[in-house]
């Protein structure tokens, strides 16, 4: 199979206004490198002290006691769902409208992931979670899509309720907030991801998972590193998902440096679009809530003339993508569990209708204003 990743990066830069900001976000990589030369001179690439400077850093900044630095946002969810028992046999409900990781996560743990509808707002609807809950559900994995805040609090009563806990996909969601408490922060683990086009990125891959259980906290730390208490002495058979100390460095200097400034301009954008697009009777925002604060990894808007809106915004050069054309139950990979077309009509409906546009901190005025003559004139 061909790796399809360099095609795809070719293709962005064909684009004014992009998705893909890679080049923009590391050009102060002199500085970083800097940094990087005290990993060079200590030796300490893998689980070197820069990460445990950075759990120690973004547990305050989800607020939680703990944090665990692993391989992946990917690598979060899965691991902390296998450091609370789940396996073969087990249940575990999460959205269908949702990125493969969050899936992929859950069945490669063994556990039948159980796929329920989500709401208008992308995120996942706990009506319909109380409808899959049986004797062999045993966790429920929320995503914050694009940095939305789910409906925590009922999700955490019906975890209470059931004795179900939730694993937080927070992914897009580091600094979001439901009712001024930070995302992450909720269930039992919130699980983050550094991906270079995630809010807070590094230089490849990586993730953090964060907890305020104790037990939890040091059941991860063994197992992301081969279940190894000390250099000699393995208690418990795991996995190789260390934090490179590198890409720690790297996280820690967007977090010192940057994080709070790319959270405002997202959200100052995200506004500017709400704002001028509003009246356009051919789509359909998102409503706000007061009570939550997003922090825009997507923009995401819905029409049910996508494919001509699409057409018109890329001969412009912007550079509109469709997150995720396919919801879960009717990808390839999911044929196994049965699902059908309408199982979930949300989730087809946002699959067939969603347009992102690109709201990220690189965004000008002049894109902004760009973005919004180019929809309006459309008709």
């Known amino acids: 199979m061909k790796n399809f990743y360099p095609d795809q990066y070719k293709q962005d830069k064909n684009y004014g206004i992009k998705h893909n900001y890679l080049k923009e976000q590391f050009e102060d990589y002199d500085l970083i ?31 939680t006691k703990f944090a665990i630095g692993v ?18 046999g087990d249940e575990v409900i999460a959205p269908s409208y949702t990125f493969y990781a969050t899936i992929g996560a859950i069945a490669t743990t063994g556990a039948k992931p159980v796929l329920v509808d989500v709401r208008s707002d992308y995120n996942i609807n706990p009506e319909e979670v109380i409808k899959k809950i049986n004797k062999k559900t045993k966790a429920i994995v929320p995503v914050h899509w694009s940095g939305r805040p789910c409906e925590m609090k009922t999700l955490m009563d019906i975890s209470k309720n059931f004795n179900i806990p939730i694993v937080e996909d927070a992914c897009h969601a580091l600094q979001a907030e439901y009712h001024q408490k930070r995302c992450g922060s909720f269930g039992l683990a919130g699980c983050f991801s550094f991906h270079p086009l995630k809010n ?40 190789n998902s260390r934090l490179d100390t590198i890409q720690a460095v790297v996280a820690k200097y967007v977090l010192d440096n940057k994080l709070e400034k790319i959270t405002n301009l997202r959200r100052r954008n995200a506004d500017f679009l709400d704002s001028n697009l509003s009246d356009i009777d051919f789509i359909n925002l998102v409503d706000r809530d007061v009570h939550l604060k997003e922090v825009h990894h997507l923009y995401m808007f819905s029409s049910n003339e996508r494919i001509q809106i699409v057409e018109h915004l890329t001969k412009n050069g912007i550079d509109a993508k469709i997150h995720y054309p396919i919801p879960m139950h009717l990808q390839p990979a999911s044929k196994k569990y049965k699902y059908n077309n309408s199982d979930f009509p949300i989730s087809e409906l946002l699959a067939n209708s969603t347009i992102s546009i690109p709201v990220h901190e690189f965004i000008t005025f002049d894109n902004l204003n760009h973005m919004v003559k180019t929809i309006k004139s459309y008709r």
């Open 200 to 239: 807070l990125n590094v230089w490849g891959d990586g993730g953090i998972i964060c907890t305020n259980d104790e037990e939890l906290n040091y059941k991860l730390k063994l197992i992301r590193n081969h279940g190894l208490i000390d250099r000699n002495t393995c208690i418990e058979y795991g996995y």
């Open 33 to 63: 490198f800097e940094e990087l030369k005290n990993v060079v001179r200590n030796s300490d690439f893998t689980l070197g002290s820069s990460v445990d400077e950075l759990e120690k850093a973004i547990a305050k900044e989800a607020g």
């Open 71 to 88: 391989g992946s946002g990917t690598d979060a969810i899965r691991l902390s769902l296998k450091a609370i028992g789940i396996g073969p």
